[in-house]
């Protein structure tokens, strides 16, 4: 493949992917000084990042690694620029009751919330064993995500709408890939433990709601109740293995009754929207690391043809939670393999 008179020629660094991985990296590589651009197969809002209730939370995500740092350091992101004003990006109280006594003290991804503090039996209703409280900072990707490419094009980046076969293919435009492909890392770089997890959701319109709910173990599922501007996102769904994209209403009503029996005032709601998105998720968790063999080299000739990869894919239901701690990892890991201005 040549280089694309659209892309451009003489970048440092491509990043496959326009979702939120993709963008939040492309962003941290450009303010390093790197010369970035993307390739998608889809356009901005089609992505599972346009359709995603984005609260931070990890949500479907392990402890272990270095997954509670990256949710730290991106909560801090967040919380800094909803403070600036940033479009779509809000500090919301939220609560988290559970049907169950909790075991244990703080929750291991409780280091990263400065205000993280645990309801007191006169805060809960007659439901409840359990939960925490905590300020979160939820975000409206459909005013989000164009704020996010609006930064990169400022800074000089460049996107390239084309459907790549294999990772090598964008090594035409750089000496460095960065992998943010999401559910698109199975084909691209035949990694089988990728697979779709079903997301449906139900919007309605706000009744005046201003706290986000999660119910943390409940038995229906992933039962969240979290306001935005002009409506409320209710969920929700965890489909495993199922690439099925179409809306259901019958199942958004579901949603909207279960979650109308922990918020009466959702009762009677009206049902506006029923979106479905495609967790990207990953047996063994994110993938966040420079391929390479058993010798150091990295695989598949890519390292005699000079080409570095650098995969950031897997992020489940918490790409958002995620997102700027692994865009910061990565920018770590290019490192050396691209060049400084």
């Keep these: 493949m040549d280089a694309d008179p659209d892309l451009g020629v003489g970048l440092d660094v491509v ?3 326009s979702g939120i991985i993709g963008l939040t990296t492309a962003l941290r590589l450009q303010e390093r000084g790197l010369r970035v651009g993307v390739v998608t197969a889809d356009g901005l809002l089609s992505t599972v990042s346009a359709v995603a209730a984005a609260v931070w939370y990890p949500v479907g995500v392990e402890a272990g690694g270095q997954v509670a740092a990256w949710s730290a350091a991106t909560y801090a992101e967040l919380a800094r620029q909803a403070r600036a ?6 500090l919301r109280d939220t609560w988290m009751p559970a049907l169950r006594r909790q075991d244990g003290g703080t929750p291991w991804w409780g ?4 205000d993280l503090r645990r309801l007191e039996p006169a805060d809960l209703a007659p439901a409840y064993a359990d939960g925490w409280r905590f300020t979160a900072p939820t975000v409206e990707m459909p005013r989000y995500l164009p704020w996010l490419l609006g930064r990169f094009r400022e800074g000089g980046g460049k996107v390239l709408h084309r459907r790549l076969d294999t990772l090598r293919q964008a090594g035409a435009w750089a000496p460095v890939v960065v992998n943010a492909a999401g559910l698109g890392a199975r084909l691209l770089c035949g990694d089988d433990a990728v697979r779709p997890v079903r997301g449906q959701l139900a919007l309605v319109r706000n009744p005046g709601l201003r706290a986000s709910l999660r119910i943390q173990d409940e038995p229906a599922g992933y039962t969240y109740v979290h306001p935005r501007s002009r409506d409320v996102v209710l969920g929700g769904t965890f489909e495993e293995g199922s690439w099925d994209l179409r809306g259901d209403r019958a199942a958004a009503e579901a949603i909207l ?3 109308a029996v922990h918020v009466p005032e959702l009762r009677g709601a009206e049902l506006i929207g029923c979106p479905v998105g495609l967790r990207p998720d990953r047996r063994g968790g994110v993938r966040l690391a420079v391929e390479e063999s058993a010798d150091g080299e990295a695989v598949g000739g890519e390292a005699a043809a000079g080409l570095r990869i650098v995969h950031n894919y897997g992020h489940g239901g918490a790409g958002v939670t995620l997102s700027w701690g692994c865009a910061d990892a990565v920018v770590e890991l290019v490192g050396a393999g691209a060049r400084i201005r």
């Design 15 to 17: 990043v496959i992917g």
């Design 85 to 90: 004003g940033v479009p779509g990006v809000v």
């Design 111 to 114: 280091a990263g919330v400065p």
């Design 257 to 259: 009754a279960r979650c």
